[in-house]
């Protein structure tokens, strides 16, 4: 079964950054495109960024250029770089396999909370 453990989140201010981590067990992390996405209250999830396993990234227009994805596959992790956080950004983020309907993923982890404010 696969796992995802995400970790970094935080409260930080507006204009502040954070790194998030998800370690994945459970696959062959190497082999899938690799996601973050997140869930504001009262909000649908969206997908935030993806990288696929030759590195290639993609970023939803509201974080380019602000966040940045990354993975060590020797370790089986992925990252998630966010600077010039924005209150809009304040969310629980989750990693999984990358997918254009993130409702056809059954397995999901805690998520980390990310808050922004002053």
């Known amino acids: 079964q696969v796992q995802f453990e995400e970790s970094g989140g935080s409260q930080v201010q507006p204009g502040g950054s954070l790194r998030l981590s998800c370690v994945v067990s459970?696959?062959?992390?190497?082999?899938?495109?690799m996601a973050w996405y997140r869930q504001a209250p009262g909000k649908p999830r969206e997908l935030v960024a993806s990288i696929r396993s030759d590195l290639q990234t993609d970023y939803a227009d509201s974080v380019k250029g602000r966040f940045s994805i990354s993975r060590t596959n020797s370790r089986d992790t992925l990252y998630l770089r966010m600077d010039r956080l924005e209150h809009e950004d304040a969310a629980v983020y989750y990693c999984?396999?990358?997918?254009?309907?993130?409702?056809?993923?059954?397995?999901w982890g805690p998520g980390t909370q990310v808050t922004v404010s002053s």
């Open positions: 459970g696959t062959i992390f190497s082999f899938y495109p």
């Open positions: 999984n396999a990358y997918s254009a309907d993130s409702d056809s993923l059954d397995s």
